[in-house]
């Protein structure tokens, strides 16, 4: 039985905070590029509720886990959940916010590990209820910096910039475009007549990490070769003839990959956004190599789906979720019915959004 925080703690909270998951629908390992990328948030949020401390400690409960930690303001890293919790008050403490020692109490609804940035979603809400509740000067960009410093120096997950934007500044009906290099940003409306589906392919993300480094590896190799910054400064993907096979196929991944948001922000209609990810699904798969057998044919099932405007792997591949734009009012059904039959070939997939 989830407990409330007068029951955990013994006082009623004096501020509570919000923040959503987001999903990425074009756009993809772009961020350490440079480039440009094309998320949306999810309707599926997280919540802080926060009071000021009786003692000297910061006192942490996460009731999807079942885990309470306490800890001390200026001491040792707390494992788990709680280093994010420890980076963001750290890192306002650090900046000379006097914020005294508190109790926070974390339950979401974005599922841990999806590929819907549970992570950044934590960050965003914990300094949102921090914001509140000792009325800070923080402004929407703000956030998201502190929260992706925070996760790099407390978490220890070396993340770009674009989950915690788009936890803090995009809607369940507004695609943040984010130009990544600049944090120049617009909020576009979806494609008219269209939604989004979210699948998860029931694949845990296992390589992620390590063929993760190896492509940002691979992308900084590229770069150096060609002579520029980064490869978001490559306009023209005949540039990268020049470069060794394998590299080229990663860097045509990237190149490609942020001409399809550009075009996309230009405000393209939902069959050509759809057109969009299915080509970059393709480039994942075949160039940048991030995609697994399941992935392909999950994508392939919603590809085939007449009411299914386009279908790509998000995230970081290796694992995890599926996005696709539908017709209005159709994602349920359609998610159902694609995942029926993913099933038949002996995986196991869920819905995550539209939520049930
Ligand atoms: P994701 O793709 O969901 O962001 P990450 O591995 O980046 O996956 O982040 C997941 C981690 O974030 C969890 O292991 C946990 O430490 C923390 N976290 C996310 N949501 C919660 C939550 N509701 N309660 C406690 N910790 C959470
Ligand atoms: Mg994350």
Redesign the pocket.
């Known amino acids: 039985m989830p407990r409330s925080f007068l029951e955990l703690f013994g006082v009623t909270p004096q501020a509570v905070a919000q923040a959503p998951g987001r999903v990425n629908l074009l756009g993809e390992h772009t961020d350490y590029n440079d480039g440009f990328v094309l998320p949306c948030a999810i309707p599926q949020t997280?919540r802080v509720e926060i009071a000021v401390s009786p003692d000297r400690l910061d006192h942490f409960v996460?009731e999807?886990?079942g885990q309470r930690v306490d800890c001390e303001p200026a001491g040792a890293v707390p494992p788990?959940?709680a280093a994010?919790l420890h980076g963001c008050l750290r890192l306002l403490r650090d900046g000379g916010a006097g914020i005294p020692p508190v109790l926070m109490k974390?339950?979401?609804q974005?599922?841990?590990?999806?590929?819907?940035?549970?992570?950044?979603?934590?960050e965003v809400a914990v300094l949102r209820a921090l914001r509140e509740l000792f009325r800070l000067e923080l402004d929407d960009v703000r956030v998201a910096q502190l929260a992706q410093k925070a996760e790099i120096e407390y978490a220890g997950?070396n993340c770009g910039i674009m989950?915690q934007m788009a936890s803090s500044l995009a809607d369940e009906h507004h695609m943040l475009f984010l130009d990544t290099r600049t944090l120049e940003r617009r909020l576009l409306p979806l494609p008219q007549g269209a939604e989004l589906l979210v699948l998860d392919s029931g694949v845990p993300r296992r390589l992620e990490e390590s063929g993760y480094n190896e492509r940002r590896r691979q992308c900084e190799e590229a770069a150096r070769l060609l002579g520029v910054p980064a490869l978001r400064d490559v306009q023209d993907p005949a540039q990268l003839a020049a470069l060794p096979e394998e590299l080229e196929r990663r860097a045509r991944h990237v190149v490609t990959e942020n001409l399809r948001v550009l075009e996309a922000a230009q405000g393209v209609d939902a069959r050509r956004f759809g057109e969009l990810m299915n080509f970059s699904h393709r480039s994942l798969r075949d160039d940048f190599e991030v995609s697994i057998p399941p992935l392909n044919l999950l994508v392939q099932l919603l590809q085939g789906e007449q009411e299914v405007f386009g279908a790509r792997l998000t995230?970081a591949g290796f694992g995890g979720a599926c996005v696709a734009l539908v017709r209005e009012g159709r994602g349920a059904e359609l998610g159902e019915l694609v995942l029926a039959r993913y099933r038949e070939k002996g995986q196991l997939g869920t819905l995550l959004v539209p939520r049930r």
């Not at 999806?114 to 992570?119: D, F, I, K, N």
């Open positions: 997280t996460a999807d886990l788990g959940f994010y974390v339950d979401s974005v599922p841990m590990g999806s590929g819907l940035s549970s992570s950044a979603a934590l997950v989950d995230g």
